[in-house]
């Protein structure tokens, strides 16, 4: 197992905190920034910076470094590329190709996945199982087909899962079996090289669609040791990060054995603790370092009323939760104890994550309004911002300014702190 303190274990994310937005989740991994001044309102011609015409919708978040922001793009009915944009001119350094493949699944396409940088290099991953390496000139590091190396990908919806990348190495989940008998596994690659450093096979007793999860990992602290969680197939699972040895597993996400029972939120952590959420009920609290069958003696909570698509945000005291219709709950995130809700925002399809930064939480609904709630024991709506256009992405946040990825835009909403 890998033992080092946690805080020089993200030390990335610390230098990074409050500029960058290196990751999908952001730089502490749970949707949460320690940015202020952050804007409240806007609209298409409002508190707008500057926009930039993107060819195709996408569900991957911009992910942002100093002065590059990074795009994992559908160019066109086939074509995939990842954009590195300037963000003082919003246009673009270089653009390279992902290959083809691209194609509708459902709501998404084969962009899905976003990006992961650690400020030197940049690394994106395909819903067709290309995985590319570039240094932030555009050069290609490496590329690898995940595909050809480990099987065709047997996901309903197609494959989105986003790598993690911690210290010298990328994790990659293919968690599948609704259109494929082959079996579920971890990856483990070597970011300077693209080498596979271990590979463990992550069995379940899901059936039908149940084994597809469309999560991204994450990483929960345990003393001094770091555990990576998966969730999918109906469990929680903890793994050493040295080996992708199994240390842990949690059960009880599909009580009536429901064929059906994907996952798509993504299970979040603050220290010891993560919550994961299923298909609404029950979304459960772990605590990690166990070993075995962690079903009763580590879980901490349950709650009936979770979200199926947007991922939940803490910032380690309070957890809020909004689900697919715009249903939010606000939980005591060490107790499960709801505090407020069940409250509606805006009605409409919601399919990102919200974000929490500046005292506000942000989230975007498919047809493009942001809702802004305070970030607090009381629920109260602070604005409703309207962009006129498909959104799936979720918000990312960078040097006092938000990036909203639509179908046809990238808006930068606000202006940039100054230096």
Known sequence: MIRRAFPAVFLLLITARGENWPQ????????????????TRWSETENITWKL???????????????????????????????CVDRNTAQPLWKRSMGGGNRKQRKQNMSSPSPVTDGRNVWVMTGAGILKGFDFQGSELWVRDIQKDYGKFGLNHGYASSPLLYEDSLYVQVLHGMLTDDPSYLLRIDKRTGKTLWRVERPTP??????????????????????????GGDVITGHDLAT?????????????????????????????????????????????????????????????????VPTPVTDGKLLWTVNDR??????DFKTGRQIWGPERIRSGTYSASPLVADGKIYV???????????????FEVLAENVINDYVLSSIAVSDGQLFLRTA????????????
């Open 24 to 39: 999908w989740r952001g730089p502490e991994l749970r949707g949460v920034s320690n940015e202020t001044g952050l804007p």
């Open 53 to 83: 015409a993107l060819p195709m919708w996408s569900g991957s978040t911009p992910i942002i470094w100093g002065e590059r922001i990074f795009l994992n793009v559908a160019e066109d009915e086939d074509k995939l590329a990842l954009w």
């Open 206 to 231: 899901a059936r039908r669609e149940s084994p597809d999860s469309y999560t991204t990992p994450a990483l929960v602290r345990v003393g001094n040791a770091v555990e990576l969680v998966i969730t």
């Open 244 to 308: 992708g040895k199994e240390l842990w597993r949690g059960t009880g996400f599909n009580p009536e054995n429901n064929p059906a029972h994907r996952i798509i939120a993504s299970p979040v952590a603050f220290g010891d603790l993560v919550v994961a959420p299923t298909r609404i009920r029950p979304m459960m609290a772990f605590r990690g370092g166990g070993r075995g069958d962690v079903s009763t003696s580590h879980r901490v909570w349950a709650f009936q009323n979770g979200p199926d």
């Open 326 to 331: 715009g249903i939010y709950s606000c939980l």
């Open 364 to 378: 975007t609904d498919e047809d493009g309004v942001t809702t802004v709630i305070r970030a607090a024991e009381k």
């Open 408 to 419: 046809k835009q990238l808006y930068c909403i606000g202006q940039r702190r100054k230096k």
